[in-house]
């Protein structure tokens, strides 16, 4: 909504946006993961959490309740002639508490997932209900965008059809009022988790005494799994780059499907509204069938499944010039796989984490912090290659969204492969850690 204002701050916005999004992930790891010699200690020496997973969500979502509406509301006391350092230094400080409070609430919903269940298959179960209720959650966005727009977009009618059916400043209303919205929601659904959520702690499992075992035994306890010694695991690397690909084909796909659809394959504007439609609700039917499928051929298969449907997207993307129709069956192909992929990624991650739900948020952290700055430098990189300097779109760039979206699907899936193999041959375990050491 900045960019429809002032064109030229929401452009720096937008820039400040994703730098403060990469530089917070890693906040949640301190608060919840990142356990050092200064921490306090218990009477037997062992440092204790400083906060849990739910502390930390909660103070996230105050941060993003008091911060989102502001950020789609108009700049007060700005107009057209507003300069971009202003516009910056008004939009910036709700921009990086919302960020804060994004990363913050997500990564610590994420290390809930370990530390309410135990059992690989029900890990699957939650992070996929998480996944649909995403979607569920997208579409209710997309809906109520596009109900707003129609009862409250452009209501003089001198203006022309074809002006109503473009954005712009015209609009910004409906945008503050789905903020709003949006934020209502949230808060109401907020508080029914912080509410209903029990977050238990586990007991130690204390050894079975024998003959030999004195009577009174000195009080013992599992040494902590700190953030440096994750730093010394391999899987932790390897899982890493998994999720990172795995985040790179779901981020670039969504990015670059609407370019793809309007200048590659020259489709109507409706189908920039109806194709990620099509995407989300074939992840959503997707997402019911991990539990089983993982049950049946485990977590590397039903990841490698997934990955040949996006690998069969990308064939067909690249050897057909128009689709037609057909556009709606790759981009059901396109989001049961990126959804397949998505969930499994998470549920090996909750996979590395196992029992160690205390440095659960420093891991999450980490590898949310690793896909944010390779999306960062993959769009980069992409702009960088564009053909057209002067205007949106020239004759060149029809080929090349056609190739990028090649490139992200098919390119990205080949590197992720190669990361599945790598955990074929060495599974998701801790190798260096010594809990004696």
């Given amino acids: 909504m900045v960019n429809l204002a002032w064109p030229a701050p929401g452009r720096v916005l937008a820039r ?44 996230g979502t105050v941060c993003v309740l008091l911060s989102f509406p502001f950020i789609f509301s108009p700049c007060l006391g700005c107009g057209a002639g507003t300069p971009e350092w202003a516009a910056l230094l008004y939009y910036g400080p709700f921009i990086v508490i919302f960020q804060f409070g994004w990363a913050a609430t997500q990564i610590a919903h994420l290390s809930l997932i370990p530390e309410l269940v135990t059992n690989d298959h029900e890990k699957v ?26 009862l409250q977009g452009s209501p003089h009618a001198d203006v022309a059809r074809d002006v109503r059916d473009q954005l712009g400043v015209r609009d910004v209303r409906v945008f503050q009022n789905l903020s709003l919205l949006v934020v209502g929601v949230g808060a109401v659904f907020s508080l029914l988790f912080h509410v ?52 790179l084909i779901v981020n670039l796909s969504q990015t670059y499907i609407a370019m ?31 539990k089983p499928v993982n049950k049946c051929i485990g977590r590397n ?14 064939a067909w993307v690249a050897l057909a010039d ?34 160690h739900t205390h440095s659960g948020a420093f891991v999450y952290g980490a590898m949310s912090f690793s896909d944010k700055v390779a999306n960062g430098l993959a769009v980069m990189a992409i702009q960088s290659l564009h053909p057209c300097s002067l205007e949106l779109c020239c004759r060149a760039c029809v080929g090349f969204y056609h190739w990028v979206m090649v490139a992200v ?8 492969t190669l990361c599945l193999c790598s955990l074929l041959i060495w599974p998701i375990r801790l190798r260096s850690w010594d809990p004696g050491a």
């Fill in 16 to 59: 400040a946006a994703h730098s403060s999004d990469q530089s917070v992930q890693f906040v949640p790891g301190p608060c919840g993961g990142l356990q050092g010699p200064s921490a306090p200690r218990n009477r037997i020496g062992m440092p204790r959490p400083r906060a849990s997973s739910r502390e930390i969500a909660k103070k």
């Fill in 125 to 150: 179960e939650l992070t996929a209900l998480r996944y649909a209720f995403t979607v569920v959650a997208n579409i209710t966005v997309y809906g109520a965008a596009w109900l707003l727009l129609r």
């Fill in 196 to 247: 209903g959520t029990r977050e238990g702690r586990r007991r130690p499992r204390a050894e079975e005494p024998d003959e030999h075992s004195p009577l009174l035994a000195p009080p013992t306890a599992q040494p902590l799994l700190l953030w440096k010694h994750w730093l010394r695991e391999p899987a932790f690397y390897q899982v890493g780059l998994l999720y990172m690909s795995t985040r």
């Fill in 260 to 290: 793809y659809l309007t200048y590659s394959l020259n489709l109507p504007k409706k189908f920039i509204a109806t194709i990620p439609l099509v995407m989300y609700v074939s992840g959503f039917c997707s997402s019911f069938l991990m």
């Fill in 301 to 314: 298969l039903t990841y490698f499944a997934g990955l040949l449907v996006i690998l069969a997207f990308a």
């Fill in 322 to 355: 128009r689709l037609g129709v057909a556009v709606y069956v790759a981009a059901a192909l396109l989001g049961t796989g990126c959804a397949t992929i998505l969930v499994t990624s998470l549920a090996m991650t909750a996979d590395l984490i196992g029992p």
């Fill in 409 to 416: 699907t098919g390119g990205v899936g080949v590197a992720a």
